[in-house]
């Protein structure tokens, strides 16, 4: 009933910047959470970095100082701003939003991921 469709993945330099978007579309009363996680190869989901409606953000001790989350309300969509990127960011980076539905109904929905990857 909420789709999450991501984009602005792709290659770079170490040092490089890039940013990923994430539009939600369906059936949408509101969106409380929005938020970003990534997975490498071989290795467990990570969250990178969280924004209420409100616009609390939460970031990886990993990420901080680097990565900049951020929301258009109007446009159900979230974006994550990602500089002095490193080798280790590479992965596929999922969005994530937690909403309510038209039919009052609470969800949790994932895009399709989009990779990264940074090249040193």
């Known amino acids: 009933q909420v789709q999450l469709v991501e984009s602005g993945g792709g290659l770079v330099q170490a040092g490089g910047s890039l940013r990923l978007s994430c539009a939600a579309s369906?059936?949408?009363?509101?969106?409380?959470?929005m938020g970003w996680y990534r997975q490498a190869p071989g290795k467990q989901r990570e969250l990178v970095a969280t924004i209420t409606s409100g616009g609390n953000t939460n970031y990886a001790d990993s990420v901080k100082g680097r990565f900049t989350i951020s929301r258009d309300n109007a446009k159900n969509t979230v974006y994550l701003q990602m500089n002095s990127l490193k080798p280790e960011d590479t992965a596929v980076y999922y969005c994530?939003?937690?909403?309510?539905?038209?039919?009052?109904?609470?969800?949790?929905?994932w895009g399709q991921g989009t990779q990264v990857t940074v090249s040193s």
């Open positions: 369906g059936s949408i009363l509101g969106i409380n959470a």
């Open positions: 994530n939003a937690d909403a309510l539905t038209k039919g009052l109904r609470r969800t949790t929905s």
